[in-house]
């Protein structure tokens, strides 16, 4: 994970590679590995069955029907997910590998 962080208005994000030209930036898509298979996670069924193997379960419990959410009954953590795969982009990838150590990892997709 390469980039600076920003806080402006009380908002901190990240900045990948702030030194590379906008348009080239904001064009490069990331993809989601899952390290023991080599994997690249293409879509919520197979995220959904390797969550489960890592002892995560399906949430229903939230009122917010555009999520998908996952907790683990072991830890307090939740991953909310947009009910639309399209929209699942590099900060919902890296809040699964951070919440996932040692089980993914994100890169630029080729």
């Not at 590379?20 to 293409?42: A, F, H, I, W």
């Not at 919520?44 to 949430?59: C, D, F, N, P, V």
């Amino acid at each position: 994970m390469s980039g600076v962080w920003v806080f402006k208005n009380g908002v901190i994000r990240l900045v990948e590679n702030p030194n590379q030209s906008g348009s080239d930036t904001q064009n490069r898509r990331k993809v989601m590995v899952y390290l023991p298979t080599g994997e690249v996670v293409s879509s919520y069924s197979t995220l959904e069955q390797i969550l489960q193997s890592l002892g995560w379960e399906r949430y229903f419990g939230g009122g917010d029907t555009d999520l998908l959410q996952f907790h683990k009954r072991s830890s307090i953590d939740l991953i909310s997910l947009p009910r639309d795969f399209t929209k699942f982009n590099s900060v919902y990838m890296y809040d699964i590998v951070v919440k996932n150590p040692n089980y993914f990892h994100v890169r630029d997709s080729h």
